[in-house]
């Protein structure tokens, strides 16, 4: 690595702090469209296409919640963990796990972002906190939209 590419990382504003780090439940890939109406108040028809494909089962994992400290766009967001963006994914009975049994790690300010794949094309599903329940949708993950670091969005990865 070159000299200049060392220093472009070293001084590379943060995007990110860590919030925590938590256990994810071994998921056996199978999620069906019950256990997505179960736990979003409101999902979007694209949340509810894209959770319902079958996955990979997926052993017992931890996760690390960070939190956004200053505006940035997916592909900043999540590059700044990793340029391996596989290494960032969850699958998509992971998300459901993490919504269902870790909601109070969700930012109740902004979203929570996860980033997934399905047939060799990222997404992103995010989950705001409203009075009456969980609200799903999902953005591709090349979309231009700047998340604001002021409202602390939340994003959640593999611990790496």
């Avoid at 994914?89 to 993490?98: D, H, N």
């Avoid at 409203?130 to 799903?136: C, E, F, I, P």
């Avoid at 949708?137 to 593999?158: E, H, L, M, Q």
Wanted: aromatic residues 10%; contains cysteine; positive net charge.
């Amino acid at each position: 690595m070159n000299i200049f590419k060392k220093l472009s990382m070293i001084f590379r504003p943060r995007l990110l702090r860590r919030v925590k780090v938590l256990e994810l439940d071994a998921c056996d890939g199978k999620v069906d469209i019950s256990l997505v109406d179960k736990v979003f108040a409101f999902a979007s028809s694209l949340f509810k296409d894209l959770m319902v494909v079958v996955g990979l089962a997926t052993p017992q994992m931890k996760v690390a919640v960070y939190e956004l400290v200053r505006d940035a766009k997916f592909v900043d967001i999540f590059t700044s963990l990793s340029s391996d963006l596989d290494r960032l994914c969850l699958t998509q009975g992971q998300i459901i796990e993490f919504c269902r049994n870790h909601s109070e790690d969700l930012s109740r300010d902004g979203i929570t972002s996860f980033l997934f794949k399905v047939n060799g094309e990222y997404f992103v599903a995010d989950v705001r906190v409203r009075s009456d329940g969980l609200y799903a949708r999902v953005c591709r993950f090349g979309d231009g939209g700047v998340w604001r670091g002021g409202y602390r969005p939340r994003v959640v990865v593999p611990q790496l």
